[in-house]
């Protein structure tokens, strides 16, 4: 049976960093695109990052130059390194693997195959 499992999300103050993590069980990294949603209360879904199984990565233009994606297959982990946070960052982070790969279509979800239950990142003074 295949699980996502995020885990790092937590009440951070503006400007500040968190880490998060999505653990992979019951399939293989390598051959998957791994990438990372979110959604905030009353809004719309939105693809925040995502890497390839060859290491290309994409981002939200929200997000550029502030979050890294970052993978690790032998841990079976994928990581979303946030920093300068801001209150529009608060959202529910989920993480997703597609086995077709980062398609075009990657941040509307199409192509991802399975997905975590999410975890709550609340940036609030």
């Known amino acids: 049976q295949v699980q996502l499992v995020e885990s790092g999300g937590g009440l951070v103050q503006p400007g500040g960093s968190l880490r998060l993590s999505c653990s992979a069980y019951?399939?293989?990294?390598?051959?998957?695109?791994m990438c990372w949603f979110r959604q905030a209360p009353g809004k719309e879904r939105e693809g925040v990052s995502c890497i390839s199984n060859d290491e290309s990565t994409d981002y939200a233009d929200s997000v550029k130059g502030r979050f890294t994606i970052s993978r690790h297959n032998a841990k079976n982990q994928v990581y979303l390194q946030m920093n300068s946070l801001t209150p529009e960052d608060t959202a529910v982070y989920y993480c997703?693997?597609?086995?077709?790969?980062?398609?075009?279509?990657?941040?509307?979800?199409?192509?991802?195959?399975?997905w975590g239950k999410g975890t709550l990142v609340t940036v609030s003074s």
């Open positions: 019951g399939l293989t990294l390598d051959y998957y695109a």
């Open positions: 997703a693997a597609g086995a077709q790969g980062m398609g075009v279509m990657w941040r509307y979800g199409y192509g991802m195959d399975y």
